[in-house]
């Protein structure tokens, strides 16, 4: 089968590195795909907005299954252009995406299915917002309600840092027509990622992401700066809460909406005093939530995809390695604000076998290798328990240089 991958970052590494080992894979692509790919699959240079040139590739190279990665396609409706022009994709399309693209969506969504969430309301306007903040106690999450890139999402302390909060979101333009006042949650956070064929899902391998991007949860929210399989602290009784009060709800109220749901929906929790509660709906694999995840997926991803978009998936294998995984991002020194480019990145050659580097934000400069984003690269690896999977990564983290290197060291350590 010839399979293109949509994307550039860590999890569209991690997805060609699963995918490369298939047996029914003969022929990989991604657009446009990094430099680190590059060994794996042959690298497109078409951007994930030029559908028309992707529909081209794809039927121009007789592309077998294509797989979408990052959330702005979806919400673009790349989906659906692929699915007109008669080629087999992986992902919803944009209207069950909608659960992501749509903060408000999701939340309606959720109040009417009776799935435990943050108390939230929805204000039209910033003056509005701004007006409502009289009747909100804090910290406060102050959200709007279009994607922006991970800068949607701002928790204010007091009253002052809502209203700083509500016009700094106001200046990301169209995606902040609409804003969301919800209740700040705290506790620990989960990614449960299930695949649907919009008739059934299966579950992966629970992960936690770690999102601030200092130690001990401080700093900035990021993308995420690491991530791993299983966490610790998670027990059995949690996991059965989640799966019966949100998981099971979550996917009737997408039978009861009518919505084709295909691909991944990824569940961000936050598992609270009073129980697990829904942070918010994605509509694929996380980032670096994918490279933890799909390190410990044994059974073959590609006929787990080609299900998900034809159907038949409750008679697929999917069998998980007992192995815990990690996976830490090194981050380039201005991440999240403004990540320094440019900069010599060496030692790579130095790591251990066992260590898996997937890359994003790296490239080749005449002969050099260069940060070229945020999230540079993650260090991933498989052990026979958590702490082992940690042990390997951090003894490699320093092997890899590049000047103002950002890591957490604190991954998986919530207990
Ligand atoms: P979202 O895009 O809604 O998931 O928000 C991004 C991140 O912001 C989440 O992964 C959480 O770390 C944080 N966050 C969002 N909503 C809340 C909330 N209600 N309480 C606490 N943290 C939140
Ligand atoms: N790591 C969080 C996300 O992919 O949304």
């Not at 169209?174 to 705290?186: D, H, T």
């Not at 240089?401 to 604190?410: A, C, I, L, M, S």
Request: with cysteine; charged share 20%.
């Amino acid at each position: 089968m010839k399979i293109m991958v949509i994307g550039s970052g860590g999890r569209e590494h991690a997805l060609c590195w699963k995918i490369a080992q298939s047996p029914l894979c003969t022929n990989l692509y991604a657009a446009p795909g990094n430099w680190g790919m590059s060994n794996i699959a042959e690298t497109l240079h078409i951007s994930v907005d030029d559908h028309q040139g992707l529909i081209e590739a794809a039927k121009h190279l007789h592309i077998d299954l294509i797989i979408i990665g990052p959330d702005d396609a979806l919400a673009s409706g790349l989906v659906d252009s692929f699915k007109s022009a008669g080629l087999t994709v992986f992902g919803p399309e944009k209207a069950a995406a909608r659960l992501e693209w749509s903060k408000s969506y999701a939340k309606s969504f959720m109040d009417k299915h009776g799935i435990p969430t943050a108390r939230w309301q929805e204000c039209h306007s910033a003056e509005e917002a701004l007006l409502a903040l009289k009747g909100c106690s804090f910290p406060l999450a102050v959200k709007i309600d279009g994607l922006a890139l991970g800068k949607g999402v701002i928790i204010a302390h007091t009253a002052a840092e809502a209203s700083e909060a509500i016009s700094r979101l106001a200046e990301l333009g169209s995606p902040a027509e609409v804003f969301i006042l919800e209740e700040f949650l705290s506790g620990r956070e989960l990614s449960y990622l299930m695949m649907c064929d919009g008739h059934t899902f299966r579950a992966l391998p629970v992960s936690e992401d770690h999102k601030q991007l200092a130690d001990g949860d401080t700093g900035p929210n990021t993308g995420g700066m690491g991530a791993v399989s299983p966490p610790l602290w998670l027990t059995s009784e949690i996991l059965s809460r989640i799966e019966d009060e949100i998981v099971i709800p979550t996917w009737q109220g997408i039978q009861q909406e009518g919505l084709d749901y295909r691909g991944i929906l990824y569940i961000g929790l936050m598992v609270t005093a009073d129980g697990p509660r829904v942070l918010e709906y994605n509509a694929r694999f996380g980032d670096p939530e994918a490279q933890a995840v799909l390190l410990r997926l044994k059974s073959d991803l590609v006929p787990l995809l080609l299900a998900c978009c034809q159907g038949g998936l409750e008679s697929e294998v999917l069998e998980v390695h007992a192995d815990a995984s990690a996976c830490l991002v090194l981050a380039a020194p201005g991440y999240p604000e403004d990540p320094v480019k440019g900069l010599a990145v060496t030692g790579l050659e130095n790591l251990d076998a066992e260590v898996i580097p997937f890359y994003a934000g790296i490239r080749s400069y005449n002969g050099e290798l260069q940060t070229s984003g945020g999230r540079v690269l993650a260090l991933s690896a498989l052990g026979s328990d958590l702490e082992k999977a940690l042990e390997i990564i951090y003894s490699n983290a320093e092997r890899v240089t590049f000047k103002g290197k950002q890591y957490r060291h604190d991954l998986g350590r919530r207990r």
